[in-house]
């Protein structure tokens, strides 16, 4: 008998839906969706953030994605993305680090990125995707500290887009590492409701996902 309930488990869900060949018509339903079962968020590519946020208005938190799902693009250009998602309606910013520049140990050039970008977010929750997937222990451990000494509101495995997403033993690490004030989300590769409920118990208080919603659905 699970010791998490299911909507609990759903309220700590950022119902998710970025695939390149989504229509407006499935982002729709998403969102009827996340409303429904009363996920904390939708995250949807920021072409979508307008239209969506018109349509839910305040019956739920619309997030989107920055630099996805590389990374690589320049500073200004993420702040720009940020600037237009914000302006755009919304409510909470996960962005992708710079990948290359933790290989190449450049650590204050990345907690900057992240500062430029909280402040564009203009206090909207930002949440810090640092690709665990690609990271050494080490760099995962390193980057817990820069996400904490920029200030952002959450630290998050991975993108879905990469070799790999979230497991036991990086939340873990996450939980160990990060500062009082950052939280965890997991994402990528949760696929049942045993996962979501290890992933919550281990420290994670968001959960990237569109699995668990159609769980709901299947259970009635």
Request: charged residues 25%; hydrophobic residues 40%; contains cysteine.
């Amino acid at each position: 008998m699970s010791e998490i309930s299911l909507e609990q488990i759903l309220s700590t869900c950022d119902h998710t839906l970025l695939k390149q060949e989504s229509t407006w018509e499935q982002i729709k339903a998403l969102c009827d969706d996340g409303i429904r079962y009363h996920t904390a968020s939708v995250c949807i590519s920021p072409c979508f953030v307008k239209q969506a946020k018109d349509y839910v208005g305040e019956r739920l938190a619309v997030c989107t994605v920055i630099g996805f799902p590389n990374g690589s693009m320049t500073t200004a250009s993420k702040v720009f993305e940020t600037t237009d998602a914000v302006a755009n309606g919304a409510d909470e910013i996960d962005m992708v680090i710079n990948i290359g520049w933790v290989k190449e140990g450049r650590y204050k050039d990345v907690q900057k990125e992240i500062e430029a970008i909280k402040e564009a977010c203009r206090g909207r929750i930002l949440k810090v995707i640092i690709e665990t997937c690609l990271l050494t222990k080490e760099e995962k451990i390193e980057m817990c500290k820069v996400v904490t000494k920029a200030g952002a509101d959450f630290i998050k495995t991975s993108t879905g887009f990469s070799t790999g997403g979230a497991t036991r033993e990086d939340v873990a690490l996450f939980a160990e590492n990060v500062g009082p004030k950052v939280q965890i989300k997991a994402a990528g590769g949760i696929a049942n409701l045993k996962d979501a409920e290890d992933f919550i118990k281990l420290g994670a208080s968001r959960l990237g996902t569109s699995r668990l919603v159609k769980i709901a659905k299947e259970q009635g």
